[in-house]
């Protein structure tokens, strides 16, 4: 699972270096399914059909793409051009040796509205405030509380119909993991357990991401803006670790 954390971690390096107002969400996918085949692995999230729902079509891409609004599982799409003053959440997963890695960030297109960037960074502090959580001895919502603490302190809104999740030779393993709960709850933690771990956090006051019928792609319910940074991590005694790191930090 290192190889593959790495390895997804790598992927968004290097969409982050590369993205620039004027691509398509699809010139984003086709970089990153060559990257992840030319080091020998296979994209997760590429023909992906969810065990709850056996019918739906399944995934098309290598990653999911969600700008502003969208919050998660935006498919890419050669007529979908990222521009000047978005927020483009890209989420990856990666297959090798028989274990996945996942991970999402989300970034700013030049200059944005200035509550949009504190819902970027709040996004993203969320998440680690989360992984502080996740050690031996500590409960699965001790996680889960301090990403839904963290987020409403600034009032914003937690998306809880989509959570995060187990992670290892499947893409989606037990437990789910919320953002948002009640601490000392939950499942025990304890050293080895991999956890995905996602906040979906939006402005205004829609607690849910809806989507169409026969639609991957997931909104908001009030059309606004939505943040998404993810890691896979692992419990350990005193301190998580994070095997999807960012190599340019
Ligand atoms: N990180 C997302 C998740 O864990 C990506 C899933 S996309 C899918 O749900 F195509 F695999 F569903
Ligand atoms: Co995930």
Redesign the pocket.
């Known amino acids: 699972m290192r190889v593959s954390g790495a390895l997804v971690a790598k992927a968004l390096d290097l969409l982050e270096q590369e993205i620039k107002p004027g691509m398509t969400t699809k010139e984003l996918d086709t970089m990153a399914e060559e990257f992840i085949r030319d080091n020998h692995a296979v994209p997760?999230?590429l023909n992906?059909v969810?065990k709850s729902d056996p019918g739906v079509t399944p995934?098309p891409a290598t990653l999911?793409i969600s700008i502003n609004q969208e919050v998660?599982?935006g498919v890419p799409s050669i007529k979908r051009v990222v521009k000047e003053g978005d927020i483009v959440s890209v989420?990856c997963?990666v297959y090798k040796g028989g274990y996945h890695g996942?991970a999402?960030r989300t970034f700013v297109l030049g200059v944005i509205d200035e509550k949009v960037q504190q819902l970027v960074d709040v996004t993203k502090e969320s998440l680690e405030r989360g992984i502080a959580m996740a050690v031996e001895g500590n409960r699965l919502h001790d996680i889960s509380s301090a990403i839904e603490d963290y987020a409403r302190s600034f009032r914003f809104s937690v998306i809880e119909n989509?959570v995060?999740?187990g992670i290892g030779s499947e893409?989606?393993e037990d437990p789910a993991v919320p953002n948002y709960g009640r601490k000392h709850t939950g499942v025990k933690l304890v050293e080895g357990m991999t956890l995905?771990i996602?906040p979906m956090i939006a402005l205004g006051r829609s607690r849910r991401a809806v989507s169409r019928r026969n639609e991957?792609v997931a909104v908001t319910e009030d059309g606004k803006p939505s943040a998404h940074f993810?890691h896979t991590i692992v419990v350990r005694q005193g301190k998580a670790e994070v095997l999807t790191r960012t190599f340019l930090e």
């Open positions: 997760s999230f992906y969810p995934y999911c998660v599982h989420d997963g996942d999402a989509m995060g999740h893409l989606h995905a996602e991957w993810e």
